[in-house]
């Protein structure tokens, strides 16, 4: 399906759709910023998640 974001799942055949945005965290120590999230792909701030979630909704979300 075009311009569907969340291809290839079917539009309004699931009941629920779960996504875990890869988002900042505070780390205990620094031994553990290697195995951050931070460390291993982009991460999103509140502000870019919410971007984010109103770009890509379906209408039926929203």
């Known amino acids: ?3 569907w974001f ?3 799942l079917l ?3 699931y009941e629920m759709i779960v996504i875990d ?3 900042p965290f ?3 120590s620094d ?3 290697k ?3 931070s460390a291993q792909y982009d991460v ?3 502000d870019r998640s919410a971007r984010f979630q109103s770009a890509n909704s379906p209408a039926w979300i929203a």
């Open 6 to 8: 969340f291809d290839p």
């Open 31 to 33: 031994a553990g910023a």
């Open 21 to 23: 945005i890869p988002w």
């Open 1 to 3: 399906m075009n311009g």
């Open 35 to 37: 195995k951050s999230a």
């Open 11 to 13: 539009p309004l055949h």
């Open 44 to 46: 999103m701030n509140a």
């Open 26 to 28: 505070d780390l205990y």
